[in-house]
């Protein structure tokens, strides 16, 4: 109890009340902005970290998680463009409400429907996330192997559509990760006598480089397309009232409810995320609705259920990430560096050694879902101008945020070159159809994997059947193997299936 209430006064103190605050509000403005990811975001502001006390730069990066899923819904309904990949379902039913004049109520069921999401996986979080973190305080060295691989698996998930090419970048994270001193021995590996390299690759700076940096390429380019087509800007709806009525509020909350617990239950499957979410929830509210006719043009349920699905994602994917050390997807994979940069363990270990820090994200991350939405019907008219900066200030602005948070991880130019490399290296991949998340998750997870691997042929003497004779040890390999050979075999099924039905 006292760690509950030591954690009440450092979240409801005016330092971390503007952080949350702040962080919602950054991320609102990034999702508005088409181009600008949740990734970007998160990383864009993760050097700013360093310079905070205790968890209040996690919080910044919560806030900033929870306000750009829900800002993306705001270019999708006025002007049909998804602001992230999470609010593509949104767009379906929220630009016809618009279109026909009704763009207010579609901004307010949109806003309604992420806050009670966001609500809903907070407090699934705390109930949850306490008794997983018990189960696995029996974990030891072949555990946290098995675990870790468990956690590689899931690349074949946040993939884009080659699963070969997920493959691919998370060997280049795995080979990334063994870059330094050995985790056990000291020595010297793939550092080319390079004092710079000694220490490993700079965590900060490469996240920087391949979600944000790359992104400002990319939107550089569109703006240069846009330039030589002389596209024309789309004309923005006008909106009126924004809080939704107590009609729409009824119909709509079975919605809410069966969208969050939806986004939840995905949320806690590491590598989904919430664009999947979304369409998910969406499909469901269709299937369950009375009115299923008028999805696709316009329909309330149809702005609400994506809404509430994506963004109840936030409080399932740190379930995995606190009680596991497993990322749930790529922002909660960036958000992990900042808990690394604050010392702090993820595990069921973080639950027992920090418990009033556990309990501060667990209230920081509610607060945070409170702002976003204050902030979504309270600011709306005023965010919707964001839309109108020019990209030929903002790409310059994020490339100069690049570079300054690269610089101030360790004061180092070095920082700045390994930032730009991946930043390139990042770009060309994304041309090539590469996702970010998997060299990401090889990263974090490869030194968990070799050093628990190492130390549990220490206790077994060389024996690898130890991995195999302990059940918790033994199901996430099976899980793992699944994970990786399920993605590659479903099409040659499907295929199989198709054929036999063909003949017959």
Request: charged share 10%.
């Amino acid at each position: 109890m006292n760690e509950v209430l030591t954690a009440f006064a450092v979240v409801f103190s005016f330092d971390t009340i503007s952080v949350i605050f702040l962080g919602a509000l950054a991320g609102i403005l990034i999702g508005i902005i088409p181009g600008l990811t949740v990734n970007m975001g998160i990383a864009l502001l993760l050097p700013l970290t360093y310079s905070f006390q205790g968890v209040s730069g996690i919080l910044l990066l919560l806030g900033v998680y929870c306000g750009a899923i829900y800002g993306g819904s705001i270019t999708a309904i006025l002007i049909s463009t998804p602001g992230t990949p999470a609010s593509a379902a949104t767009v379906l039913d929220g630009y016809p409400m618009a279109k026909r004049g009704e763009a207010g109520r579609a901004l307010g069921l949109s806003t309604m429907g992420s806050l009670f999401g966001g609500v809903f996986s907070t407090i699934a979080l705390i109930l949850v996330a306490p008794l997983l973190a018990t189960v696995a305080t029996g974990f030891s060295a072949p555990e946290y192997f098995a675990l870790a691989i468990f956690g590689i698996s899931i690349i074949t998930s946040v993939s884009s559509q080659s699963i070969i090419k997920g493959l691919m970048g998370g060997g280049l994270g795995l080979a990334i990760a063994t870059i330094g001193l050995d985790p056990m021995t000291s020595g010297m590996r793939f550092t080319f006598d390079s004092v710079w390299l000694m220490g490993g690759v700079s965590f900060i700076p490469v996240l920087v480089g391949l979600f944000a940096f790359s992104q400002g390429l990319l939107s550089f380019e569109e703006d240069y397309r846009e330039r030589v087509s002389h596209s024309v800007q789309k004309h923005v709806a006008k909106i009126t009232r924004i809080l939704p009525s107590w009609s729409d509020f009824k119909r709509c909350l079975p919605t809410w409810l069966r969208s969050s617990a939806i986004g939840t239950a995905i949320g806690t499957i590491p590598g989904v995320g919430g664009d999947i979410s979304s369409w998910i929830a969406y499909n469901e509210a269709k299937r369950w609705s009375k009115k299923p006719e008028e999805f696709g043009k316009g329909s309330p349920e149809g702005v609400s259920a994506p809404e509430a699905g994506a963004n109840a994602v936030s409080g399932g994917c740190m379930v995995p990430l606190m009680t596991l050390g497993i990322p749930g997807d790529g922002a909660t994979a960036i958000i992990m560096g900042a808990f690394l940069v604050q010392g702090l363990a993820l595990g069921p270990q973080l639950f027992t050694e920090h418990p009033v820090e556990v309990n501060t994200i667990f209230i920081g991350l509610m607060l945070a879902n409170l702002f976003m939405g204050l902030l979504g019907f309270m600011g709306m008219k005023l965010f919707v101008k964001v839309m109108d900066i020019p990209r030929t200030i903002l790409v310059p602005t994020i490339l100069l945020l690049c570079t300054v948070g690269a610089y101030t991880v360790n004061h180092s130019m070095v920082d700045v070159f390994v930032m730009m490399g991946a930043g390139i290296l990042a770009y060309i991949l994304i041309k090539l159809d590469f996702s970010m998340s998997p060299i990401v998750i090889g990263i974090i997870l490869g030194p968990l994997a070799e050093t628990n691997l190492r130390r549990s042929l220490m206790m077994s003497q060389g024996d690898i059947s130890i991995f195999f004779t302990r059940p918790v040890c033994a199901a996430f390999i099976v899980i793992a193997l699944l994970t990786l050979v399920l993605p590659i075999l479903s099409p040659a099924l499907k295929k199989r299936r198709g054929k036999k039905t063909a003949q017959s």
